[in-house]
């Protein structure tokens, strides 16, 4: 067992670089006699069975943040934080039933889209440069950022090296290939991401119990710090601020999840990509599954490492490894790459090509869903109306590319953050419970009006930034409310639908909006294998909050 790589750590790590390229560009090659067309590029020709959309969901999902920053965040907060992933489980449901089969049956490629069909143009393009900048500068940069972090970690690769070297990786083939490339290759990355983060867990559990097993180091842990195992934090937590107790079950982080993963185009649009509804909500299901055991491998090494750096005894059993670069409270994100280390020769090899792939998975779907948007909502709206297939296909190639490049100039920038995925959540929560808002109201709210949606998408701005930093009144012993973010976006939610009801019964006199959407009993139906499997995901989300309540 070293701390460097060997013969076949390379072997393997390269063998997975070479398979997912190979099959990148095989499915990308042009079928005889026919032109890519913007359906393929965007939408992978509407082909991918439920199997590839479960999977490549959790691949555009599962990356370098929850590798390593959720891991972090497991060993600076514990098992609180797996809160967004068994969350998401049940929002994965609700999407499934209640927004897929609207956003299916109008024939969308991207969620601005739906903003002009349900509202306006404008309004559209608001949004559409918003996320645009929101995928360059907070998500691609930080998946990059994180993603260098752990190739400096393990392998002492400078970080500028670490992100072009990930960048030209992912570009390498869904540039080319679009959604149809990123989404059966995520299918391998999937395997590679659980399979490696599985072996990590084993790693660190056995390390704890000093080669007696899994489940007597799990003993091990739990024995050791009980807290870190508490769902629900109280206030004397000092991380009670990311997690407000139970506000988080009640509170922003259905704000987060809805937002996320029901009107997050880099995530929804392989759903859109289905060979029909049915077989999106199957691939949404399987999801929801895979969710519930993402926790064991994020979160419970960030919770092993923190024992491990604390146990003189552990520590010392290490040798010099265990004081090679270690996670502390300050620096909790080296907690993922610094358990690497202690792999095995070739296992290494397994846990580093896992965690590629999530890096690399990520960046292909934020790059094509970021082109996808440009060249719809923008490039085809305002530059080129009558664009060739061949011209919209070469647009969003360039425009993943320049995304790419600016991306790249902004990730080693974010230096220096602790704890990036408390960051990433933090940052995009200014912003995410208005537009919660303008969807929720548009999609189940006849009256809701485009005015409203606006002026109600503008002002939760100013919203969330006065719950940021709220004056107290002129009390000398604090002139700022602390609130907690979770908290911060639950109330900007909740005002900003305020403002857009009252602005829309004011400005339609109580009458529904002509754009309204006709909501009928019909739409919601779901087939009996769904109903049955959502039901067995939130029986068994319950069992586990149950059991870690506090």
């Known amino acids: 067992m070293t701390s460097s790589f060997e013969f076949w750590d390379y072997f393997i790590f390269i063998a997975y ?3 997912i390229l190979g099959v990148g560009l095989w499915v990308s090659r042009d079928k005889k006699g026919h032109q890519k067309n913007a359906e393929d590029y965007f939408l992978a020709s509407k082909s991918l069975p439920w199997w590839a959309i479960g999977a490549s969901l959790i691949a555009a999902n599962i990356s370098a943040e929850q590798f390593i920053g959720m891991s972090g965040s497991g060993f600076a907060v514990g098992l609180a934080i797996a809160s967004y992933e068994w969350m998401a489980a049940i929002t994965l449901i609700i999407v499934g039933k209640y927004f897929l089969p609207i956003f299916i049956e109008k024939g969308l490629y991207t969620i601005p889209e739906f903003v002009e069909q349900r509202y306006s143009t404008n309004l559209k393009t608001i949004l559409a440069v918003f996320w645009i900048a929101l995928y360059v500068f907070v998500n691609l940069a930080s998946v990059l950022y994180l993603g260098s972090l752990a190739l400096e970690t393990i392998m002492g690769i400078p970080m500028i090296y ?12 869904s540039l080319y ?59 004397s937590n000092p991380e009670y601020k990311n997690l407000p107790g139970i506000g988080v079950l009640v509170g922003g982080l259905w704000v987060a999840n809805l937002y996320y993963w029901g009107f997050n185009q880099y995530i929804i649009q392989r759903t859109l990509a289905a060979k029909s509804l049915k077989e999106s909500q199957k691939g949404i299901l399987m999801a929801a599954v895979l969710k519930l055991i993402i926790p064991v491998i994020v979160v419970v090494p960030g919770i092993a490492a923190y024992v491990m750096i604390n146990d003189p005894s552990i520590l010392g059993s290490l040798g010099d490894m265990g004081t090679n670069n270690p996670p502390s409270i300050g620096q909790a994100d080296k907690a993922y790459p610094w358990l690497l280390q202690f792999l095995p020769t070739g296992l290494k090899g397994v846990a580093f090509a896992a965690l590629t792939a999530a890096i690399v998975s990520s960046l292909a779907s934020m790059l094509n869903s970021t082109s996808t948007i440009f060249t719809m909502d923008i490039y085809r709206q305002y530059i080129n109306k009558n664009a060739s297939d061949k011209t919209t296909v070469n647009v969003g190639r360039i ?27 933090e940052y995009t929560g200014l912003v995410s419970p208005g537009i919660l ?27 969330a930034l006065y719950f940021k930093v709220a004056p107290s009144g002129w009390s000398t012993n604090s002139f700022f409310v602390d609130v907690p973010f979770l908290d911060q976006m639950g109330y900007t939610a909740l005002l900003t639908m305020l403002v857009i009801v009252i602005i829309s019964l004011t400005q339609n006199k109580g009458e529904d909006d002509p754009k309204g959407i006709p909501i009928t009993k019909g739409l919601f139906k779901t087939s009996p294998l769904f109903n049955i499997g959502a039901f067995a995901v939130m029986v068994i989300i319950a069992m586990l909050y149950a059991l870690f309540w506090n």
Do not use: H, R
């Not at 072009?164 to 083939?173: D, E, T």
């Not at 059966?184 to 704890?208: E, H, K, M, P, R």
């Not at 929720?440 to 503008?458: D, P, R, V, Y």
């Open 177 to 235: 290939g679009g959604l149809s490339a990123v989404a059966w290759t995520d299918v391998i990355q999937v395997i590679f991401l659980v399979l490696g983060g599985l072996v990590t867990t084993y790693l660190a559990l056995n390390t704890v119990s000093g080669g007696e097993g899994v489940m007597t180091g799990m003993k091990i842990v739990f024995d050791a710090v009980p807290e870190k195992f508490a769902m629900i934090l109280d206030e």
């Open 162 to 173: 670490g992100v072009i070297g990930l960048s030209l990786f992912a570009a390498a083939y």
């Open 399 to 425: 425009s993943a590319a320049v995304a790419l490049i600016i991306a790249c100039i902004m990730a080693p920038l974010l230096g220096g953050i602790d704890q990036a995925f408390q960051f990433i959540q």
């Open 437 to 463: 808002a303008v969807f929720m109201l548009g999609l189940f709210w006849k009256k809701t009006t485009n005015k409203a949606a606006i002026i109600g998408a503008l002002v939760s701005i100013p919203i």
């Open 17 to 19: 670089a070479i398979l």
